[in-house]
């Protein structure tokens, strides 16, 4: 079946950093990805999403590209602030996002000033 | 876009007794979606809620230890049954659109069983 593979954390970082959450996927057909972020002691959010491959998904400073070839979907940010800080999950949906998704096991952000 | 509310936000309960978890949208929705979150873990699909139907279950997850009822377009309960420590997590509501590639979430129930 469909699976997603993350990099574990947590992952710590200085403010301004550049930030990378590995992502890859299994998937039968040709799914749509997405970043999902939960911030502390809040519900999950879409950060961003792509739909077809080489498509580029952004949000916030973020940016992650569809790679259908490597299979991949890396989150990136060239400079993280501390309000950054949250666990981040990545995700697929086999027919377009309104159906259900398939998490990654998650990775917490934590900026330090 | 739409605005998911869940009902309790958090529950302590005794084990072999059940808690219902109501979950809200603001507007009409196609696809609703209950999920669950083990500490420290990712989320994984219990079921999808059918409207006006048997809601469909992901392997592992059956109606009786979770039934799930979903009478319209923008109402649906996860009930959890004859509740056991390990049933102690975040269960999330979510739902989305035909349309949309946006799932939207709740901002979930915290259940702790003891």
């Known amino acids: 079946g469909d699976s997603v593979t993350q990099m574990e954390g947590p992952v710590t970082l200085s403010e301004e950093a550049f930030l990378t959450i590995n992502c890859t996927y299994t998937a039968t057909g040709y799914p749509s990805l997405f970043w999902y972020v939960q911030y502390p002691g809040e519900g999950l959010q879409l950060l961003l999403k792509?739909?077809?491959?080489?498509d580029k998904g952004s949000n916030k400073g973020f940016e992650a590209t569809y790679r259908k070839e490597t299979t991949s979907f890396h989150l990136e940010k060239g400079s993280v602030q501390v309000s950054d800080s949250a666990v981040y999950f990545c995700?697929?949906?086999?027919?377009?996002?309104?159906?259900?998704?398939?998490f990654g096991k998650g990775t917490k952000l934590t900026v330090n000033p | 876009s739409a605005v998911i509310s869940q009902k309790p936000s958090r529950d302590i309960c005794q084990r072999g007794t059940s808690l219902t978890i109501q979950c809200q949208v603001d507007s009409q929705v196609t696809m609703m979606f209950w999920y669950r979150q083990q500490p420290g873990q990712s989320l994984t699909l219990i079921a999808t809620?059918?409207?006006?139907?048997?809601?469909?279950?992901e392997s592992g997850f059956v109606i009786d230890k979770f039934p799930i009822s979903r009478p319209n377009l923008t109402f649906s309960t996860l009930t959890v049954s004859n509740m056991s420590p390990e049933d102690s997590s975040i269960y999330l509501c979510s739902a989305g659109t035909d349309y949309s590639y946006e799932q939207y979430f709740g901002p979930g129930t915290r259940l702790t069983v003891t």
């Open positions: 792509a739909t077809k491959a080489d």
């Open positions: 809620a059918n409207q006006g139907s048997e809601a469909t279950y």
């Open positions: 995700a697929l949906s086999d027919q377009g996002g309104s159906e259900k998704l398939v």
